[in-house]
C-alpha cells in the first residue's frame, strides 16, 4: 500500500474485530443483578458488591462458564456454593442474560458504515455457548461479520493471549492489518502484546471519533465534534 495511504498508526482500512457485550450489545451486569434480585440488592453499592461477587471480573466460575469450560448448571451450582445465594437466585440471574444483550444501535450504526464502507468485519467475544447461540438466532446483522470467535466455542477467552493469536490465525489477518475494540482495558492490554491496535470502547460517540481520528469514513453516521464545548 502507497505510504499516502496509510495513517500513522497503519492502514486506513483496517479490519475490524469488535467484542460483543458492552460494545455491540448492552451489558450492565450491576443492573441485570439488581433487577432480578430486588430482595438482595437495595442501592447501588450493593448492586457493585454482587457484582464482583457474582462474575468475579469474569474470572474465576463465570470465566470457566465464558470458555465452555463447565455448563450453566456447574456455574449455577458453583456461584450458589460460594456466594450463599440459592441455586434458585442464581438460575434466575443465568436465565435473564438474554434480555440484558439488546443491542445498542448507535453501535450497530457504526457497524453498518463499516460494512458500507467497505471494511472487513470479524468478532471476539468472551461469550458462554448458550448465549452466543441465542444472538446467533435473534440478530440478523450478525451476518455482516465475515467471521468471529465466541470464547465458549474455542475453550479459552479474554484477556489470554491465546483467543487473540487463533482468531488473527482464523480470520487470515496480521494483527498490525487489523483494529480491535473492546470496553475492557485488560483485553486492549492484551492485544497491544500482540501488536494489534485497538480503541478503548466507552460510548458510540467517542468510537465515532476515535474511528473519524484513524482517517475511517462512516457513510450514515453522525460524528461528534471534537471541538465542541472547547474554549
Given at each position: 500500500?502507497?505510504?499516502?495511504?496509510?495513517?500513522?498508526a497503519g492502514p486506513l482500512r483496517p479490519h475490524l474485530?469488535?467484542?460483543?457485550?458492552?460494545?455491540?450489545?448492552?451489558?450492565?451486569?450491576?443492573?441485570?443483578?439488581?433487577?432480578?434480585?430486588?430482595?438482595?440488592?437495595?442501592?447501588?453499592?450493593?448492586?457493585?458488591?454482587?457484582?464482583?461477587?457474582?462474575?468475579?471480573?469474569?474470572?474465576?466460575?463465570?470465566?470457566?462458564?465464558?470458555?465452555?469450560?463447565?455448563?450453566?448448571?456447574?456455574?449455577?451450582?458453583?456461584?450458589?456454593?460460594?456466594?450463599?445465594?440459592?441455586?434458585?437466585?442464581?438460575?434466575?440471574?443465568?436465565?435473564?442474560?438474554?434480555?440484558?444483550?439488546?443491542?445498542?444501535?448507535?453501535?450497530?450504526?457504526?457497524?453498518?458504515?463499516?460494512?458500507?464502507?467497505?471494511?472487513?468485519?470479524?468478532?471476539?467475544?468472551?461469550?458462554?455457548?448458550?448465549?452466543?447461540?441465542?444472538?446467533?438466532?435473534?440478530?440478523?446483522?450478525?451476518?455482516?461479520?465475515?467471521?468471529?470467535?465466541?470464547?465458549?466455542?474455542?475453550?479459552?477467552?479474554?484477556?489470554?493471549?491465546?483467543?487473540?493469536?487463533?482468531?488473527?490465525?482464523?480470520?487470515?489477518?496480521?494483527?498490525?492489518?487489523?483494529?480491535?475494540?473492546?470496553?475492557?482495558?485488560?483485553?486492549?492490554?492484551?492485544?497491544?502484546?500482540?501488536?494489534?491496535?485497538?480503541?478503548?470502547?466507552?460510548?458510540?460517540?467517542?468510537?465515532?471519533?476515535?474511528?473519524?481520528?484513524?482517517?475511517?469514513?462512516?457513510?450514515?453516521?453522525?460524528?461528534?465534534?471534537?471541538?465542541?464545548?472547547?474554549?
Amino acid at each position: 500500500m502507497p505510504a499516502s495511504e496509510q495513517g500513522h498508526a497503519g492502514p486506513l482500512r483496517p479490519h475490524l474485530i469488535f467484542d460483543f457485550g458492552g460494545v455491540l450489545f448492552r451489558w450492565r451486569p450491576a443492573d441485570l443483578l439488581a433487577r432480578v434480585l430486588p430482595r438482595r440488592i437495595r442501592s447501588g453499592e450493593e448492586a457493585e458488591h454482587w457484582k464482583r461477587q457474582f462474575f468475579q471480573a469474569y474470572q474465576g466460575d463465570w470465566g470457566a462458564f465464558d470458555s465452555g469450560l463447565i455448563s450453566a448448571e456447574e456455574c449455577r451450582d458453583r456461584i450458589a456454593a460460594r456466594t450463599g445465594l440459592s441455586q434458585q437466585e442464581v438460575q434466575a440471574v443465568i436465565e435473564a442474560v438474554p434480555a440484558e444483550l439488546m443491542p445498542q444501535q448507535e453501535t450497530v450504526a457504526i457497524l453498518r458504515a463499516l460494512k458500507t464502507a467497505g471494511h472487513r468485519l470479524f468478532f471476539l467475544s468472551n461469550m458462554p455457548e448458550p448465549y452466543a447461540r441465542h444472538l446467533e438466532q435473534h440478530h440478523d446483522f450478525l451476518a455482516w461479520f465475515e467471521d468471529g470467535v465466541f470464547s465458549a466455542r474455542v475453550k479459552t477467552g479474554k484477556p489470554g493471549l491465546d483467543i487473540f493469536r487463533l482468531a488473527l490465525a482464523r480470520f487470515g489477518v496480521a494483527a498490525q492489518e487489523a483494529l480491535f475494540i473492546d470496553d475492557h482495558v485488560e483485553n486492549i492490554q492484551a492485544a497491544a502484546q500482540l501488536g494489534l491496535p485497538a480503541l478503548h470502547f466507552t460510548s458510540a460517540a467517542r468510537l465515532a471519533l476515535d474511528l473519524k481520528g484513524k482517517g475511517l469514513s462512516l457513510p450514515g453516521v453522525s460524528v461528534p465534534d471534537a471541538t465542541a464545548g472547547s474554549n
